[in-house]
């Protein structure tokens, strides 16, 4: 799919420099390090309960880290106050969940508005956008459907529209393709790809390997140590 919409490039890469998460003494999984570049999409792969999710939580500031520390733009970022965190989801970070966070009464003009609250535009300026963020995701013209009228792929086409006129530095996904069929799992990832050659940093959480052989780099939560100190780690599950 072409890309026709400005994207916000990354400032340097998103890095991870030894991190563990830690709950109730078991280690999900640690001394991690690694660093997300601009441009790229990043996979963070691994078994159902190696901590997926929750890794893509911690890299979107959404759940403290138990160790290590991240760094972004030269700053380090996993310890700010919420306010300044705060300041980084209006600027810096995107978000996709697998349950898409539209509000599911409302149009899908009035779901994507929200993304340009604080950006101080005409209303004029403000319809195009939106306008033009439809016609990328080819759902041109919908702006008055309600959300709850739209199937599961049509939603993440609507969330993905909010993230492009949001316009993240940093996206992070968590399981883009829960719930679509093959098709729509595509169209998604490819749109993943436009923010990714626009300079974002893209990384996404999954189990599917259509979408983790169409990243750039893994994560591999197989090769993350875990398990209770001084005993053996966990079974698989
Ligand atoms: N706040 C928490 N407190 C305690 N345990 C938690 C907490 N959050 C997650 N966990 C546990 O951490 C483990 C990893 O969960 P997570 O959802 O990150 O894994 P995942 O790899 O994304 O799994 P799946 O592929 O099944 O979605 C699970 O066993 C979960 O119960």
Redesign the pocket.
Known sequence: MSSTLPLDSARGPLNADGIGKN??GYW?WEDLSFSLPPGTMTAIT??????????ANCLGLLEPLSTGRLTYDDRRIDSLPRRAIAQLYRTTFGFMFQNFALVEQWTIKKNLAVALENKNLRGSTRRQRISDALHEVGLGGREQDPIHMLSGGEQQRVAFARLILHRPQIVVVD?PSASLDETNSATIIAMLRTLADGGAIVVI?T?DTSVSSACDQLVD?ADAAHGTEGSSPAPAL
């Open positions: 709950f109730d999900l691994g078994q159902s309960g190696a901590g997926k999710t929750t890794l399981e959480s189990h939560l």
